[in-house]
């Protein structure tokens, strides 16, 4: 047989060693007439992140300078009706700054089977138990922050304070409507001076009484007392109080003021208001639980398509197709908890992956291709940029989700330390495209976004570089008797590198026991 030139390299390099190969990485299919029993675990924690090839804290997505209504929504909402206020159209509300970190742990234990039903064609199945554990850490920084929690709102307030803010709205209700019936009776017709000072102050405490009544007792946040935006919002109420005190008309007065916070919250405060269920939030502890669920289940089929053992000083050829579907069976992360980690994508895959060993004497290598083809599924999410990730209630929606596909490659060359061990290293690079969304049928379109928000940062890729120590025993005695294979190995990867998208930074560790027995 006439090798290509670049097996024929490999030969050549590896010729020295010579000698049958004893050990090599684990085969893909089962003999004829056994059972496989696989069980494992893979360890995987990341506490950095590449978003689109740069490399940052895992909870960066949390980390805000400053912390204003770009962020968050209704910081956002509670600045424009500020901005509605006759002349504080240019204050601005910031809650300080945020850090954020994160450290995700993922554990998962692998039990699973494979029956050889010849020679070449194997059939198996794995189930996945995964446990979740993600610790977060935010914090609030609240030195120069212009916004803390409103002391009149009626769901995050007090009683104190919405009592203040009620009492300064009636009174200057009241001060205006005893200004207008006088007005309008001809009470300052005889004093010209005072009824165009009446007039004045009717044209812009209207106007200041309409926008405080949509601002104060309602809005989330306001203005830190002392701050340029408290000052902004003061300045109409204190001419406003001097035209009154000018006006001197008996019974007209305004001598009350609005309750505004004295600090921005902390992070404690701000979880608070983040997960109130009357608020708009309404989320889940910002640490979230542990998680433990099966992941989902896969079952294939593997076909040994080329097998040429490898004769004294030969080179070796093993090369095998599998096909796996990946079902619906694991958790998702909810829509609720802005931290979690589900325990898998619960939409169908199905996959087939190009696996080929190459040996002579004690070096060879693997060959891996796959390709992944993800189908749509249904979630419910919160539609909302990445870069917003403390999303409204009121944007969760049901949508259709049709992954990216993926396409995944990698080289491990491995060396025979001993008849049944053998050391190997190798570099995975793993793409996948972007995803597509779109809402389900009947679901109602939410107000100011679109389903393609979610999509940002999913075209994604990775460079990962591994190595382990595997043992893998074909059955064949010293004594040339033969009994029953067994396989194990010990596996370490990490992510090197990535591109495109967001990507967490993961180092992982894996183990894996399989054993062979006669099936049934």
Do not use: C
């Not at 090369?319 to 829509?335: C, H």
């Not at 049928?441 to 979610?454: C, E």
């Not at 893998?472 to 010293?478: A, P």
Request: hydrophobic share 40%.
């Amino acid at each position: 047989m006439t090798l290509p030139r670049p097996l024929r390299a490999l030969v050549l390099l590896t010729g020295i060693l010579g000698g049958p190969l004893a050990a090599q990485l684990a085969p893909v299919t089962v003999p004829k007439g056994l059972l496989r029993l696989d069980f494992g675990g893979r360890f995987d924690n990341w506490d950095r992140r590449y978003v689109d090839g740069v490399k940052g804290d895992a909870g960066a997505d949390f980390t805000f300078t400053p912390f204003d209504g770009r962020f968050l929504a209704t910081l956002d909402s509670a600045e424009a009706a500020l901005h509605r206020v006759p002349g504080a159209g240019a204050a601005s509300l910031s809650l300080g700054n945020t850090t954020s970190s994160m450290l995700v742990n993922i554990g998962t234990g692998y039990i699973g089977a494979a029956y050889g039903i010849t020679r070449r064609l194997t059939v198996f199945g794995t189930v996945p138990i995964v446990r979740v554990r993600v610790q977060n850490r935010l914090g609030i920084d609240t030195v120069g922050a212009t916004a803390g929690i409103n002391p009149a709102n009626t769901t995050f307030g007090s009683s104190a304070g919405a009592l203040q803010t009620s009492a300064f709205l009636a009174q200057l209700q009241a001060a205006l409507t005893t200004i207008s019936t006088r007005l309008n009776s001809g009470a300052f017709d005889a004093d010209p001076t005072r009824k165009a000072l009446a007039q004045q102050i009717l044209a812009s405490g209207t106007p200041l009484n309409a926008a405080l009544k949509d601002l104060l007792p309602t809005a989330a946040f306001l203005p830190v007392a002392g701050s340029p935006a408290a000052d902004a919002l003061s300045a109409p109420i204190i001419a406003l109080r001097g035209s009154i005190t000018t006006l001197a008309e008996q019974g007209v007065t305004l001598s009350d003021s609005p309750a505004l916070p004295v600090r921005g919250p902390t992070g404690t405060e701000f979880e608070k208001f983040a997960t109130n269920p009357a608020g708009p939030l309404q989320s889940r502890s910002f640490e979230p639980p542990v998680l433990q669920y099966i992941g989902d289940i896969e079952v294939g089929a593997a076909f040994t398509w080329l097998d040429h053992r490898a004769t004294q000083g030969g080179l070796a050829i093993r090369s095998s197709l599998a096909g796996t579907v990946r079902l619906r069976t694991g958790q998702l992360d909810r829509p609720d908890d802005f931290f979690d980690i589900g325990t898998g994508d619960r939409q169908p895959d199905v996959q087939g992956d190009l696996v080929t060993d190459l040996a002579h004497g004690a070096l060879g290598a693997r060959l891996s291709a796959r390709y992944v083809l993800q189908l749509s599924g249904r979630k419910d999410r919160r539609v909302s940029p990445p870069d917003q990730p403390f999303a409204l209630a009121n944007t969760l929606a049901a949508v259709e989700w049709n992954p990216g596909e993926i396409i995944e490659g990698s080289v491990e060359p491995f060396l025979r330390i001993a008849p049944t061990l053998s050391l190997s290293a190798g570099v995975r690079y793993w793409s996948k495209g972007a995803d597509t969304y779109k809402y389900v049928r009947n679901q109602a379109p939410i107000a100011g976004t679109t389903p393609d928000v979610l999509a940002i940062g999913s075209r994604q890729n990775l460079t990962a570089v591994f190595g382990g120590l595997t043992f893998s025993h074909d059955g064949v005695r010293s004594d040339g008797t033969r009994g029953l294979p067994m396989d194990a190995w010990l596996r370490w990867e990490t992510v090197a590198a990535s591109t495109a998208g967001r990507v967490p930074a993961t180092q992982s560790v894996s183990l894996m026991l399989r054993f062979y027995r006669k099936g049934p």
